[in-house]
């Protein structure tokens, strides 16, 4: 089947470790994405990238960081830098971010606990 | 940025009714367009709908319709006939443009509970 896969689906880690949370796409999609969502809150924007080796700051990348070595996968790195890391993150990934009807489809997201 | 708002923190509506979730935001841009996405309690986000800025009719999708209203910047999600399985976080998401790409900004979103 085609689709996102966001892996672990929980993690708990300890204050001041990095982690990486895994997002694969079979869909052929050239742009993903990486959204953070605190309960009771819409989604935010974390990184972009629209096609391989390229990605862009969203609205709230302080603390994060991506790579987009490969098209089918866009990992983010949660760093100790994160000041308030807890919280619910949702990948995605269109066709391409280049135009304004394209669908964005999400994972089924990771819960990130740092304790 | 842009802002978009979603009165309704909370709704009810009775199985088989008909509800309408509400939507307004604020952008310049004349070519956006609009998403809704379902959130049930598990987290996944499931596209609905969506509706061009230059579409001349209200977009539909089996149950779901929009209720678009471009002057008055208001894209209200309806849903008809409604069915337990619809309980969930609703979330209207109008696109912004920059940096020659088109990204999603989420409201906070309405939680539909559907009773028996």
């Known amino acids: 089947d085609g689709g996102i896969t966001q892996s672990p689906k929980y993690l708990f880690r300890k204050e001041g470790q990095n982690v990486t949370l895994s997002c694969e796409q079979n869909l052929n999609h050239d742009a993903m994405y990486w959204y953070r969502q605190d309960p009771g809150q819409g989604l935010r924007l974390i990184y972009y990238s629209q096609i391989v080796n390229d990605f862009q700051k969203g609205d709230i990348a302080e603390g994060y960081s991506v790579s987009r070595e490969k098209k089918e996968s866009f990992p983010l790195t949660v760093t100790s830098a994160q000041k308030n890391p807890t919280a619910f993150y949702l990948c995605a990934s269109s066709i391409g971010a280049g135009a304004s009807g394209n669908t964005i489809y999400f994972g089924e997201g990771s819960w990130l606990t740092v304790v | 940025a842009q802002k978009i708002t979603q009165t309704q923190p909370g709704m009810f509506v009775q199985e088989k009714e008909a509800v309408t979730l509400d939507c307004t935001y604020d952008t310049s841009d004349p070519s956006y367009g609009l998403f809704w996405y379902k959130q049930p309690s598990s987290g996944e986000m499931i596209f609905l709908i969506y509706?061009?800025?230059?579409?001349?009719q209200n977009a539909t999708e089996g149950r779901y319709s929009l209720n678009f209203q471009k002057a008055r910047k208001s894209a209200n999600l309806v849903i008809s006939a409604s069915q337990l399985g619809d309980s969930a976080m609703y979330f209207c998401a109008p696109l912004r443009s920059g940096a020659g790409s088109y990204q999603l900004t989420f409201g906070k979103g309405t939680k539909l509970s559907v009773i028996p």
């Open positions: 509706q061009g800025s230059y579409d001349q």
